[in-house]
């Protein structure tokens, strides 16, 4: 490899080689080098175990001792005369930390780990330091940052790849994937993922970044796409409970994903079709309107809450949602907006009657709550949407017309 700064190569490798002398002495005098057991299952076959070393907690607890060694110094002098290492420090470790901190901890402590890793322990190996320097020096000086952000995703499947829109996608997951970057992974993933029909498949939001620019708040984006998942199928999808970050693919932090979507609400499992994958896409894209629309927010709000809720606490829920979106006459509405001919009408406005009476939403009436507010949402304008539900009330406008306006 060509080597673009011959005197940081130079000690940021030295650095590595004492760091390896030191820790390999911790390890003689009886410090232990903790192990992950990992198990790779398999849909199609026995499922495969590996042990690995978890060298990165065996690094970071001895981070404080080894920046205070000769070599680490000599190599934080020649980063800081390297412009790109500090914009590279800023972004991954963030404004707060002295710049000293920010460029061991995201330089030369990333760049040991990613060696050490390479060679399964501390017994060095050149190609490895040289792979992960080779890493390290592209993402050092590239103009732009990659981020990505994978968190598990239970109570859904696909089939293929399923691209969402705004960088976010439902895929499976590969095997292994998670261990690779983040060893102690297995311990933070959903009891059966990876070994269940419904418990394969991972959002994964990636975006582009440029120099200086923050990375994306994936908790947020990942919570609105398990959202629009729920609404498009009703299925209980969840994730997490945390999110794996990754920046010029290398990692970046474990974040927790928030508590509405890591939360898993009951029901059947379901597969995402290339149908309400649409529907998805579609939906995810329209969230958006519920943060210049308060009571499209409240109803929202109020129908995802009443997934994990029991009655009479859920149906409370269920009404509220209903008429932060449709009204006081939402019993009426609902069944102009959702009923295709008069016997499915009245099928769905008794259903929210016995709901406004207070009795226990039915399977209709909670169905009807969640295709609500997707047909709210697909039009894009509700207050519009609520007039032109009158019109047809009142005789002024046809229900075919108001479904073709939609």
Sequence with gaps: MAV???QLHLALRAFCLGAFVYLGRALEEGDDLPFAFEEHAQRDGP???EYR????????????RLAGRDDARIALDELRREPAAAIFARAHAGPRPAEDEALFRTVLVSLLIATAEGCGGFDWDDVAFERAYGELEHSLFGAARAYAAVAPVVGISVVTEVPLGGGIRLRAAATGELAHHWPEAQGLLPPGFGREVDRYCVLEL???LVAGEEPPEAPAELADAVSAIRLATAAP????PVLFERLDWRPFGIRPVLPIAATQPPGEASRLDSFRAELTRELLDRLM????????AEALDRWELSLFQHEPFRSEGLRGALAGLLGDTWELRAAV????ESGERRAIHAALR???RGEDASARAVDTVRRSLVEALRHGDRSRLVHELDDVLLGLRSAARLARSA
């Design 47 to 49: 499922a495969l175990y």
């Design 289 to 296: 309107l519920a943060d210049s629309d308060p009571g499209l």
């Design 4 to 6: 673009r700064a011959p």
């Design 237 to 240: 999808v969840a994730a997490g």
């Design 53 to 64: 070393p978890l060298v990165r907690s065996f690094v970071e607890a001895r981070a404080s």
């Design 206 to 208: 990636e975006r582009a």
């Design 337 to 340: 907006l959702l009923g295709e």
């Design 354 to 356: 016995a709901l406004g």
